[in-house]
């Protein structure tokens, strides 16, 4: 069955980086587009970011110029570089296979001076 698992998320200062990986198993990977999205609290889930099988990408305006998505097809690994983030990346992050209702735990990203 799908599963998707993310990691690498914490507590940062503004203008510090992380990097979040998903780690995708039970789907053929390397066909399906991929997405990171993220809910901060009391808000909806909106979408950060997509790949596409062929590498191309989509990001959301906020996130522009700060974060890069990213995906190795031969690990079935999907990545989010974040950098000088922000006090509003706070969230949870989850990765997401675009067309599939399936959530995975997330990961938490706290910015916070």
């Known amino acids: 069955q799908v599963r998707l698992v993310e990691s690498g998320g914490g507590a940062v200062k503004p203008g510090g980086s992380l990097t979040l990986s998903c780690e995708a198993s039970?789907?053929?990977?390397?066909?399906?587009?991929m997405r990171w999205h993220r809910q901060a609290p009391g808000k909806e889930r909106e979408l950060v970011a997509d790949i596409s099988s062929g590498g191309h990408t989509y990001y959301r305006d906020s996130v522009k110029g700060r974060f890069i998505i990213s995906r190795d097809n031969s690990k079935n690994m999907l990545y989010l570089y974040m950098n000088n983030l922000k006090l509003e990346d706070t969230a949870v992050y989850y990765c997401?296979?675009?067309?599939?209702?399936?959530w995975g735990q997330g990961i938490q990203v706290t910015v916070s001076s």
């Open positions: 039970g789907f053929l990977f390397g066909i399906r587009n």
């Open positions: 997401n296979i675009l067309g599939v209702d399936y």
